[in-house]
């Protein structure tokens, strides 16, 4: 299972919010680069990497964060925040990410979001679905929409999704331990006949091909990782539990 840290962006700096409330903020470092060396020295592949401002205008404004990261580490950094346009995705592609996480363009401009899949592949192209009450929300969680996760993931695997990263946004930040009964009906998608998930129903659906699934949100100590990977994760954003030490990279080494 990938071990990803988040690095939020507010302003150029490095940030954690809670529950995606912008006026709950915590600035950890003033320099994200500072805080990317430092997940490659203890090992670290995986970084996310989230533009909160750019999710917030709907625009990329941190991309030069990304490049100072891509170009002066080797960390394999998905980015995410503020990608509506085929200029953002092709500025943040040039910045040195690998791959690149799509929400809110995901909901409101489908058929852009498809053809990047076609343009870029379905290893480059991530989809993030943010979830509020069983819910799609968008535009940095500011804005709730009437679509149900499960469909929504659904519907884009069926458009050649394989990556999806799913934030519980009740979860996010709170050290109170991942949305594991959403990521188990999620994961239910993969195994759908005779499966039965522990939210309503979906025996209607079917499955294209395998749901990569990447939890994120809530993760608070190493035995959330570990029961995360146990149900069949493919990666775990980990977040405000690195940054409060609550995590060790000590840890972390059977992941890695």
Not at 44 to 61: F, M, N, T
Not at 124 to 136: C, S, T, W
Not at 178 to 200: H, M, Q, V
Request: some cysteine; overall charge negative; hydrophobic content about 40%.
């Amino acid at each position: 299972m990938r071990i990803i840290p988040a690095i939020d962006i507010i302003d150029g700096k490095c940030v954690r919010l809670s529950q995606g409330d912008y006026n709950q903020k915590t600035i950890y470092n003033e320099d994200p680069l500072e805080v990317a060396k430092e997940f490659e020295a203890n090992g670290i592949e995986y970084l996310h990497l989230v533009d909160l401002d750019g999710a917030k205008s709907a625009h990329v404004v941190n991309w030069k964060a990304l490049e100072r990261i891509a170009s002066q580490t080797g960390l394999k950094v998905d980015f995410g925040g503020g990608v509506k346009t085929d200029e953002d995705i092709k500025m943040v592609f040039e910045s040195g990410a690998k791959q690149v996480t799509g929400g809110s363009i995901a909901v409101k401009d489908s058929d852009t979001f498809e053809g990047w899949i076609e343009k870029y592949g379905s290893d480059k192209i991530i989809l993030g679905a943010d979830a509020k009450d069983g819910m799609i929300a968008t535009h940095g969680w500011l804005e709730s929409s009437e679509l149900e996760v499960i469909e929504f993931i659904n519907e884009w695997n069926k458009k050649n999704i394989e990556y999806v990263i799913c934030t519980d946004i009740a979860k996010d930040g709170m050290l109170a331990g991942p949305s594991y009964r959403l990521y188990k009906s999620i994961l239910a998608l993969n195994d759908i006949k005779g499966s039965e998930t522990p939210l309503p129903s979906f025996n209607h659906m079917k499955i294209e091909r395998p749901v990569k699934l990447i939890a994120s949100g809530g993760v608070a100590v190493a035995d959330d990782l570990h029961r995360l990977r146990e149900m069949g994760c493919e990666g775990a954003i980990v977040g405000k539990a690195f940054y409060e030490g609550r995590i060790s990279f000590k840890e972390l080494r059977e992941f890695i």
